[in-house]
């Protein structure tokens, strides 16, 4: 069964970088037929997909993100990891990861999820 | 990418019917049939119910039902039952290998 397990500090300070990791197992992260994403959801509000990569670095993100976001991998860690710096307030939110790898489409849409990391602005 | 828009709740007794629209524009909803529905429980992570508009995972009870026209999507929960209370979230693909996430929608059964 796969299972995404996101790793990280709980507490950021304003202006800082975050830093989070997404550990798979149960399955490859190399597999051709999936992208490996990361998705945040503010308290009380709804979901906002951030950006996602392919096993051999291609990475896309959120327009509204991009400029302080990047996505890397480790396939040799089976792992992918998440940044976003010049944190606010307002990216105080549950940080999930998730395979995308559901349905027809290219890429596939999210189908299996981490079970989340709060995440915490605050000086 | 603007946020698809999700009625904010809706509700329905025991056994019946209720509808969640998901309306986007010709760009994400209407332009591709990659559209997923996701059902959260509170403090948990969402779960995957439909993707391409109306297909279901194993497991998914066939009470879970998915359409489209033009750029609404939609998610019928037939038979309603106390544990399909939950918020639901659609998701489309939005071009440029990006997807975008519904308002979100908070079932409540009476």
């Known amino acids: 069964q796969l299972q995404l397990q996101e790793s990280g500090p709980g507490l950021v300070k304003p202006s800082e970088t975050l830093s989070l990791t997404c550990t798979v197992s149960g399955g490859f992260i190399n597999r051709s037929s999936y992208f490996w994403a990361w998705i945040r959801q503010s308290p009380g509000k709804g979901l906002e997909w951030i950006g996602s990569i392919y096993y051999r670095g291609s990475t896309y993100y959120n327009t509204s993100l991009k400029s302080r976001v990047v996505i890397s991998v480790d396939t040799s860690k089976n792992q992918f990891s998440l940044k976003v710096n010049s944190m606010t307030v307002a990216d105080t939110a549950v940080y999930y990861c998730?395979?995308?790898?559901?349905?027809?489409?290219?890429?596939?849409?999210?189908?299996?999820w981490g079970q989340g990391s709060l995440v915490t602005v605050s000086s | 990418q603007s946020a698809l828009t999700q009625p904010r709740s809706v509700s329905g007794s025991p056994g019946q019917s209720v509808t969640i629209s998901c309306t986007g524009t010709s760009s994400d909803v209407g332009a591709y049939n990659y559209v997923s529905w996701y059902q959260q429980d509170p403090g948990k992570a969402p779960q995957l119910i439909i993707y391409d508009v109306n297909n279901r995972p194993s497991g998914v009870p066939d009470r879970f039902s998915g359409s489209k026209s033009g750029n609404t999507a939609s998610l019928t929960i037939s038979g309603l039952q106390a544990d399909d209370e939950a918020d639901y979230y659609c998701c489309s693909y939005a071009d440029n290998y990006a997807y975008v996430f519904g308002t979100g929608t908070k079932v409540t059964v009476l």
């Open positions: 998730a395979r995308q790898g559901g349905g027809s489409g290219w890429p596939p849409q999210p189908d299996y």
